[in-house]
């Protein structure tokens, strides 16, 4: 991340929920000036209000980087009052879900320099993963600020055409919640087995949150590590036989749940 010019010109942050906390507190982690920074949001956090930062003030006449972090059903009504930034630099990074980057250019006016980015919620605690795509104005520079700036909150990917994103919505974009939900059914499934209420979600949490380190920290390919766990005959293999059954397991419920996201996304985006 360019500090030195992010200091010197600013960054406006339009929207600061959940994910746009989540980013400004890396990147004032990452030592952005709280001074620097502008946002604009109606219900401020105590939080936000604290930090010291700019908010709901004027804005510089040509920051460095406008953020774009209000949910896509607000996008309409919220950039209006950034349009005047269109022509003058500034780089746009847009989290909405389902807009898209012809959308965005046709409210903000003019020939806007815009990267789509789809975080998801880890990046709350550092571990998101966030997929980018410019458009035709995004030159190299603005790629590699855009990368840096989601880069405070985790990994950073970039696709070969905005066709994807969707997907990507619908896959680590939604995915987080059915991560949790998996938690919440194998407790469930524990307490039916006998097990209180506390200690099934205890053993449930740490079993999921454990797993997914091991598979990030191994390198080894998830297929792989599943049958490392499992031996034949054992009590894995007859706990994967009912996941992994190719009608009623796994595989074709994920690939439903998935496209349903997808296809969600692209009704925003209409």
Not at 25 to 48: F, Q, T, Y
Not at 167 to 184: D, K, M, R
Not at 195 to 224: F, H, K, M, Y
């Amino acid at each position: 991340m360019d500090l030195q010019e992010l200091n010197a010109h600013g960054l406006v942050l339009l929207g600061c929920g959940k994910m746009g906390s989540a980013l400004l507190a890396g990147w004032l982690a990452r030592g952005l000036a709280p001074d620097a920074v502008h946002v604009i949001e109606p219900s401020p956090s105590d939080w936000l209000r604290g930090v010291g930062v700019h908010l709901n003030g004027p804005l510089p006449e040509s920051p460095a980087v406008a953020v774009l972090a209000v949910k896509p059903q607000m996008m309409g009504a919220a950039l209006p009052a950034l349009a005047r930034l269109a022509g003058s630099g500034t780089l746009f990074v847009s989290i909405a879900a389902g807009t898209s980057l012809a959308t965005l250019a046709a409210a903000l006016g003019g020939e806007p320099c815009i990267v789509r980015a789809m975080p998801n919620t880890p990046a709350a605690v550092g571990q998101g993963i966030t997929a980018l795509i410019g458009n035709a104005r995004a030159g190299a520079g603005d790629m590699a600020m855009a990368e840096a700036l989601m880069a405070a909150v985790g990994q950073v990917v970039r696709l070969e055409s905005e066709a994807q994103m969707d997907a990507v919505t619908g896959l680590s974009g939604s995915g987080p919640a059915y991560v949790f939900h998996l938690i919440e059914t194998m407790a469930a499934a524990g307490e039916a087995e006998g097990l209180p209420p506390a200690l099934a979600l205890d053993l449930a949490r740490a079993t999921v949150a454990g797993a997914g380190a091991l598979a990030v920290a191994s390198g080894e390919a998830p297929g792989v590590l599943r049958e490392n766990v499992t031996s034949p005959g054992g009590t894995t293999a007859a706990a994967l036989a009912v996941l992994m059954d190719e009608a009623a397991g796994f595989p074709p419920l994920l690939r439903r749940a998935v496209a349903a996201a997808a296809a969600r996304a692209r009704e925003l985006g209409q």
